[in-house]
């Protein structure tokens, strides 16, 4: 089968499934906030119509600023980018014909950017057996010999968070080597405050890069925005690199206004504790074994029928649900399905389709 790259794709999925394009789907398949967007972004964006008739500014010198009160970092330290598809680009731009190593299994485009800038990659694999944990004594070897290690954190697809302790002790290991730490924390946002952001340790360690995205949590994936924080020296010479007005007017426009919302922040954290509990409880009640996410998406598999993952996900689909299939994450092959934590309604749909799929075997 032609799996497509990425999740949020029915159409192309009814077609793989010969599903009729009407047939109407709940999408499990893109990990986007379903309370989103903020309410108040509509009649915003629609009064700011304007704008389009202006460059913006080359710097996104207020924007910036806001990032940085809000990441209690230097304005010099962040950097715009259309996305966190960009940030990943830039970071990979830093080691262009060296080698990175990419923690597996992850998001596709750490290597698709390092495939672009002539980076050789080498993976290091979570240990499924261990609750997907860091191999910490082979990626400490591999990490001295590279110029880059990438990994999420929140980690796409498994949801699960690298401990503290181990960035640090790469981190650690990259200063006395030379080696760039580069963290995604796109879903960084959907965090509980217990787990708090990595961009702290930048003030005693140069060679951290952390890549943000404001796309999830806000829902928000036309807009494109993204940002990243590194040392000033680092986020000075990828501006360097950057195209020009690479952020529109509108996304740079609308910034401070989304990290000002914490009321919508903090909803949305209430929503997905309660549905995460809710969901979890009843997949493993039903013999489903779950990743341990602290995040708004896992992986899951059936437990009593390991082998019948592909089934399982075209039952699902049949039945008005589609999953993120995992077969182009390396080191899973498809032997797990992703699901998005979704509104109470979809998520009752969705395990009723479970229960249905239990008490046929
Ligand atoms: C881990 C991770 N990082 C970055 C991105 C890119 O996000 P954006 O839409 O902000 O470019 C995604 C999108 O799926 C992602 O899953």
Known sequence: MNWPSHGGQPQTMKKLFNLEEEK??????????????????????????E?????????????????????????????????????????????????AIIVQP???????????????TEYVFLKEQNGFQLPMEE???????????????????????????????????????GTMIVVDEAFADFLPAEVPSLVRHLAHYPNLIVLRSLTKMYTIPGLRIGYMIGSKEVAGKLQEEQMPWSINALADAVVPDLLADTVFLGKTRKW???????????????????????????????????DSTEELFGFLFKNGILTRHTHNFPGLEGRYIRAAIRSEQENN?????????????
């Open 51 to 99: 704008k389009i008739t202006y460059y913006p500014d080359p710097f996104y010198s207020r924007s910036a600023r806001y990032l940085a009160d809000y990441e209690g970092v230097a304005a010099e330290q962040i950097l715009l980018t259309n996305g966190g598809a960009e940030a990943i680009f830039l970071a990979a731009k830093l080691c262009e014909k060296g080698k």
């Open 272 to 306: 997905l504790e309660q549905e995460s509990e809710k969901v979890f409880t009843s997949l493993k009640e039903m013999g489903f074994s779950v990743t341990d996410s602290k995040v708004n998406f896992y992986l899951f598999q059936d437990a009593k029928a390991p």
């Open 349 to 361: 749909e969705f395990l009723k389709v479970l229960r249905n799929w239990r008490e046929k075997r």
């Open 106 to 120: 992850a998001f596709s485009e750490y290597e698709r950017a390092c495939r672009h800038y002539h980076v050789k």
């Open 24 to 49: 109407e789907v709940l999408d499990f398949s893109a990990n986007l906030n379903p309370l989103g967007p903020p309410g108040w972004l509509k009649n915003k964006l629609h009064h700011m119509y």
């Open 139 to 177: 990626l400490l070897k591999k990490a001295g010999q590279a110029n880059a290690v990438f990994l999420c954190r929140p980690n796409n697809p498994t949801g699960t968070v690298i401990q503290e302790e181990s960035i640090i002790n790469l981190l650690e290991k990259g200063l006395s080597t």
